[in-house]
């Protein structure tokens, strides 16, 4: 049971960071269209830029709205997608366990092809995507623990 419930505290503890990088990632992208002198936080230098990404056509639908119709900005599809995930914590059963491993997976995948766009296309480094994909692979690996933990 103490397994469970540290799987679950975990679970939720990166939901909550990967929240807070999604709302930050929006309030960077709303202030700059408001703005066009702001400068975020993450912006080092030339070279370590997340204005440059957010700003790009990829900061909306992960550059994929031609395809998926989803021209909302990578923010507010982070966040409800860790609000979906922190809420279904709460519950324990298989079919939505293996909903969240296999949609978890595609989103890793999401995660390299952001990942090759953001070195071989942009030649940057945005801190906050680098942190965002961090935090989806530890989600995914908390994910895949806590369903063979359950069903395994």
Not at 79 to 87: G, I, K, R, S, T
Not at 108 to 114: G, N, Q, R
Request: charged content about 15%.
């Amino acid at each position: 049971m103490e397994q469970a419930d540290s799987t679950t505290s975990r679970l939720r503890w990166i939901c909550a960071c990967g929240l807070a990088l999604s709302v930050y990632s929006l309030y960077v992208k709303m202030k700059m269209e408001d703005d066009e002198n702001y400068k975020p936080l993450c912006d080092v230098n030339d070279n370590i830029s997340c204005s440059v990404v957010f700003k790009s056509v990829y900061g909306e639908g992960f550059g994929l709205s031609k395809i998926t119709k989803l021209n909302f900005p990578n923010g507010v599809i982070g966040c409800a997608f860790y609000m979906l995930y922190f809420l279904s914590s709460f519950l324990e059963h298989q079919l939505l366990c293996l909903a969240q491993l296999v949609i978890c997976t595609l989103t890793l995948f999401l995660c390299v092809y952001l990942g090759f766009l953001l070195l071989f296309v942009f030649y940057d480094c945005c801190l906050v995507c680098l942190a965002i994909y961090l935090i989806h692979t530890w989600l995914f690996q908390e994910v895949l623990r806590r369903y063979r933990r359950l069903y395994l």
